[in-house]
């Protein structure tokens, strides 16, 4: 089965990238548009969905969505459509607006299940009746203790990577695109908000109707429910969220327009017309999500200082690599986000300067370097092109596709100069806007507009292809991160804490001071640092995270840091915090420990953070 799916992907990818005028001729041998790929049941070269128009309530005392998903089709003379489904209660399916049958197949973990509804070779529209269940995988819904106002219910969704099914009978695949329009009931109380054109104002009925005019994929698509307000930073930038947080965050993303203006000017126009952003309650699993026109994101990121704001530069950078072009598959996970942490990062150049983009770079190198450790027994999942055929792609998720695809970039920028490079990928994107891209698409892409044109050799396959990385990454070097390892051996040498030298350090040196404690550090020298700086109670969360990941793993446990660290994970759910905090009680011996708090803690989090969890303490619901 295995091997027939690798013969079939191969000639499919041969043909797709292969443009022969010979091929045009006969209609059997047109190049089929959508390559295989391994996580969804659909069949898009058959009959693929278009546009989706979606009219849902949702019922906030039962938790659940209930409605209609209805399609238009393209049709390549089909007789059946299959879409992916999971944890769904599918009612009734009409072709043309007549009931037709429909049928589910056999129920995957990964994958759910497919849903093959009969069509004729004129079938041009679909509706599907549906709810969703208990067991939906994309929804949280939240009680009003887990917001930041306590008054109110909110629900959110994430789609990324395969959970848009979980809500939406879909075509699941990142390579399929759609338009979508929406109606959307809610209680009367609540605003509802999609990666869409949004409402800035409450309605009086809770009745809300949204549009999405540029084709997205079905991962992108997502709604948010809850009694948020907005507010403008710009004609086209601002912020939702919750009134007692709605200034804070308006002043911490003030900068957001600044953003968009360096990033046209980098590569290309926006081209999604609005850049919101809603802050959702801590629960939220991720930093922040890409959803076109409204990135969703986590309020850990609130400093007070405009801090940790990268997060916003990164998302916003989607809205070129992923939004615009799109990873095929997840197999190529690291088009999409090894391309935004380098945009990321140039944009965080543009606006803050070189020393600020560095200290962001090199963390992300160090980040790289643990990830790669975690690995070593593993070398596979080092690879930036990933084979996870039978697996979840969130088990590809992580520092490689970000921080190794990010090394590679910047290697490859260093190789050929800033200058070519950006025209380079300003035309990349201006080519591929709105359609997908796989890894040996891009490969040749670039040996024809970059490498070949100007005679360079570059060892891509080696980046691309195999494991570990190559000896001709280039080093990323930041004098206040020299200066901070300095201090640091100075601090343990003398147990003393030199408040003189510390006292401008941004929230990155802080981090990078944590972070790189040494093995045999003291309980004396945490007391002394806690002492001096009062470090268990910081309240910029990334500095707080990494000081309770050492104690952990150092065993310091002054300053009733115990209490902060079970405050801190019933209330965060974003998977990269928690994840860390509890991997450190793990390599620290402490499960017992970790167990009691995350009996505690798990009902909070959402199902990406809590099946990660799950994996790591080995827990058993
Ligand atoms: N698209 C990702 C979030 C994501 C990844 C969702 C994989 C589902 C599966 C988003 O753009 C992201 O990378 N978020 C990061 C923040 C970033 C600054 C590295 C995060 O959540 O920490
Ligand atoms: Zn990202």
């Not at 708090?597 to 790591?616: G, L, M, P």
Request: with cysteine; hydrophobic share 35%; charged share 25%.
């Amino acid at each position: 089965m295995k091997k027939i799916t690798i013969i079939l992907s191969c000639i499919i990818l041969f043909a797709t990238s292969c443009n022969s005028p010979k091929e045009t001729k006969k209609e059997e041998t047109a190049a089929p548009k959508y390559v295989v790929e391994a996580h969804s049941y659909a069949q898009p070269n058959d009959a693929v969905v278009k546009h989706l128009s979606l009219d849902i309530t949702a019922d906030f005392e039962k938790e659940i969505i209930s409605g209609t998903a209805s399609y238009t089709i393209e049709n390549n003379n089909a007789s059946e459509i299959i879409l992916d489904s999971k944890f769904l209660d599918i009612l009734k399916v009409e072709a043309d607006g007549k009931t037709t049958t429909f049928t589910l197949g056999e129920f995957d973990k990964n994958l759910g299940q497919s849903l093959k509804i009969a069509i004729t070779p004129n079938t041009k529209s679909i509706t599907i009746h549906y709810n969703t269940t208990d067991k939906t995988e994309a929804l949280q819904w939240l009680n009003p203790q887990q917001t930041a106002d306590k008054k109110h219910p909110f629900l959110f969704t994430q789609g990324q990577a395969i959970l848009t099914r979980t809500w939406i009978p879909i075509q699941d695949s990142p390579q399929i695109r759609v338009t979508y329009d929406a109606t959307v009931k809610v209680p009367s109380e609540l605003m509802a908000v999609m990666s869409a054109e949004n409402p800035k104002e409450k309605s009086v009925n809770g009745v809300y109707h949204f549009k999405m005019k540029q084709p997205i994929s079905p991962y992108l698509i997502a709604l948010a429910i809850g009694d948020v307000e907005y507010k403008a930073i710009s004609n086209r930038t601002g912020v939702y969220a919750e009134k007692s947080m709605l200034a804070k965050v308006h002043a911490e993303f003030s900068d957001m327009e600044k953003m968009v203006v360096a990033a046209e000017k980098l590569y290309g126009k926006y081209a999604w017309d609005q850049f919101d952003v809603i802050v959702l309650p801590p629960s939220f699993p991720f930093g922040g999500m890409e959803n076109p026109r409204l990135t969703f994101a986590t309020p850990t990121v609130i400093a007070g200082d405009k801090s940790l704001t990268s997060l916003i530069a990164h998302e916003l950078a989607h809205s070129w690599s992923g939004n615009l072009v799109t990873n095929a598959t997840w197999e190529d996970f690291w088009l999409n986000e090894g391309f935004t942490v380098y945009f990321e990062i140039r944009i965080m150049e543009a606006l803050y300067g070189k020393e600020r983009a560095e200290m962001l770079a090199l963390i992300g190198r160090q980040d790289l370097e643990d990830e790669l450790e975690g690995f070593k027994d593993t070398p596979n999942d080092t690879k930036l092109k990933l084979d996870l055929k039978d697996r979840n792609p969130d088990d590809g998720m992580n520092s490689i596709a970000y921080d190794k695809g990010y090394l590679f970039l910047r290697t490859l920028e260093k190789t050929v100069g800033r200058e070519k490079f950006d025209v380079f990928l300003k035309n990349y994107f201006q080519t591929h806007a709105f359609s997908t891209m796989y890894t040996e698409k891009f490969i040749a892409y670039l040996n024809e507009n970059l490498l070949d044109k100007n005679n360079i050799t570059f060892n891509t396959n080696e980046w691309i292809y195999n494991p570990g990385i190559p000896s001709n990454q280039v080093t990323i070097v930041s004098d206040k991160f020299k200066n901070v390892e300095k201090t640091l051996q100075q601090c343990i040498e003398n147990n003393t804490a030199d408040t003189t030298v510390t006292k401008d350090w941004t929230p990155q040196e802080w981090v990078h001071f944590i972070r790189n404690f040494p093995e045999n550090m003291e309980i004396k020298h945490f007391e002394m640092l806690d002492k001096a700086y009062n470090l268990t109670n910081s309240t910029n969360s990334y500095i707080a995270m990494v000081w309770y990941e050492q104690s952990i793993l150092h065993n310091y446990r002054g300053n009733n840091i115990d209490e902060k660290i079970e405050a801190f994970l019933i209330n965060v759910g974003r998977r990269w915090y928690v994840s860390t905090i509890f991997k450190a009680y793990k390599k620290s011996n402490k499960l017992d420990e970790a167990l009691a708090i995350y009996k505690k803690s798990r009902a909070n989090y959402h199902s990406v953070t809590a099946n990660t969890i799950d994996e790591i303490l080995e827990f058993q619901k």
